[in-house]
């Protein structure tokens, strides 16, 4: 089951340190909380979350790993750090929202704008925007301090946007030293007692003045207060509940006290896991701060679907590497029945007789032979080769005990004349061969001869 890690900063608390006291508490997913609320130092939750784990051995160290991490750590800031406001938006404020939001809280805020990290959320239906502002180095300063004591933040809230006010009640929760005060229709502020008894005391004299009525004086006066005070183990001091009661009822308010029979802290997280899959809450965890584990969460949302389309592209690319190796075979086998065709019919051409040997396949055989087809055309016939064949093998058979073999042979159809190469057991064999040819009305002429070991090899020329 998840576990997630609430933490509350308390107010009237405006920054944090590593002994900052805070409260904290560990949940699961369905919003139960497990064991009770604690409230310790802020270097102080890591070692008191681990002895909370299952099998978690103390003496094995206090490092807290990913199995102990949190799976999500939640933090909660009090009005004394973070600014929450509900302001109404026209339409043209919409289109350039952006823009327009520093515009609209310069007014309300003692900082300079520039210097706040704003963080808003657009409600289409009431044409109002939820914007949550805080200091850049407040925000940087809450950030390291959670990861130096090794609890890396996944959301950051106000928890201002927890307190739902009434449609006609002003809403207070008193704790020891503020209170958390909620108008009609507006986000809650934190202030000392002082101020709230200040405000209430001359609220209604304030709300009678012309001009001070906003909404075109449509709202309903308001004349109730509910106290709703803590109780269980962080309860409202009861000195505090009772002089704030007794100064509202002086100041003639109708107040009507109500437990919430738990302590804020517990009120506030039941707020969030109630509301939390039905309404987006304004999380200052970012824009130039957000997590990056939630980064990494959006990314492996895509995970299966990039996974799938990866195996796929490969797949096509497996497939598309073996058709080319297969079409490049078949290429390789039939260049080499071409160029074996090809050289029955011109078995001179070295330069196809060198290839077919390295089996490059480099030589373009069909233009090779489409060329030599047009030579050969474009030609006048020259003397007849097979009658010139004829006369020469009659020749050579007649010429007995000299062992002629014919090796070769190349005729030239436009000049006429044929190239023998022969071999014979003796030269005296060729000069026979020769003589004979030249008494037969030919002409012939020995190219060269050599002599070997197994006979002799010759060439011979022979036209008409």
Not at 207 to 220: A, K, M, R
Not at 434 to 450: H, I, P
Request: with cysteine.
């Amino acid at each position: 089951m998840k576990k997630i890690l609430l933490i509350r900063v308390p107010p009237p608390l405006t920054t944090l340190y590593s002994d900052t006291v805070v409260q904290w508490a560990c949940y699961g997913n369905n919003g139960q909380m497990k064991g009770e609320v604690h409230v310790s130092a802020l270097d102080r939750i890591s070692p008191e979350w681990l002895e909370l784990q299952p099998g978690y051995e103390s003496d094995a160290g206090n490092a807290l790993t990913d199995e102990l991490l949190p799976d999500e750590t939640i933090i909660l800031l009090p009005a004394t750090m973070v600014v929450h406001r509900q302001l109404a938006v026209s339409q043209g404020q919409k289109k350039h929202l952006n823009t327009a939001l520093p515009f609209m809280l310069e007014e309300a805020m003692a900082e300079d704008v520039e210097s706040l990290h704003l963080v808003s959320q657009l409600d289409q239906k009431s044409d109002r925007v939820v914007v949550s502002a805080i200091s850049h180095q407040l925000i940087q300063r809450v950030l390291v301090s959670f990861e130096e004591v090794g609890l890396p933040v996944q959301h950051l809230l106000a928890e201002q946007q927890l307190i739902e006010p009434e449609t006609n009640a002003i809403s207070l929760y008193p704790e020891s030293r503020s209170i958390l005060l909620a108008e009609p229709g507006e986000s809650a502020v934190e202030l000392d007692y002082e101020a709230v008894q200040l405000i209430l005391q001359n609220w209604q004299e304030v709300s009678e003045e012309p001009g001070v009525q906003t909404l075109d004086n449509i709202e309903p006066q308001v004349t109730r207060i509910r106290l709703r005070y803590s109780e269980g183990i962080l309860p409202t001091p009861e000195e505090n509940r009772l002089n704030i009661k007794r100064s509202l009822d002086e100041a003639g308010w109708l107040v009507t006290e109500e437990p919430l029979g738990q302590s804020l802290f517990e009120h506030l997280a039941g707020q969030y896991f109630k509301t939390k899959r039905g309404v987006r809450r304004v999380d200052l965890r970012s824009g130039v701060y957000q997590c990056p584990r939630k980064a990494g969460r959006q990314i492996r949302r895509w995970k299966p679907l990039a996974i799938v389309a990866t195996l796929w592209l490969l797949m096509e690319m497996g497939v598309m590497v073996t058709e080319g190796l297969f079409f490049q075979h078949k290429a390789k086998e039939f260049w080499s029945e071409s160029a074996g065709l090809y050289l029955e019919i011109f078995p001179q051409d070295q330069l196809v007789i060198d290839a077919k040997k390295s089996a490059s396949g480099n030589v373009d055989v069909k233009s090779r032979m489409e060329s030599r087809l047009k030579k050969t055309g474009s030609t006048v016939a020259g003397e007849p080769f097979l009658p010139m064949l004829q006369q020469v093998s009659k020749i050579s058979s007649s010429i007995k005990d000299s062992n002629l073999q014919p090796v070769s042979m190349d005729f030239n159809e436009i000049s006429g004349k044929l190239i023998l190469d022969l071999k014979a057991d003796s030269l005296e064999g060729v000069e026979q061969l020769l003589a004979a040819v030249k008494s037969s009305g030919l002409n012939a002429r020995l190219d060269n001869a050599n002599q070997e070991k197994t006979g002799v090899n010759a060439r011979m020329t022979i036209d008409r």
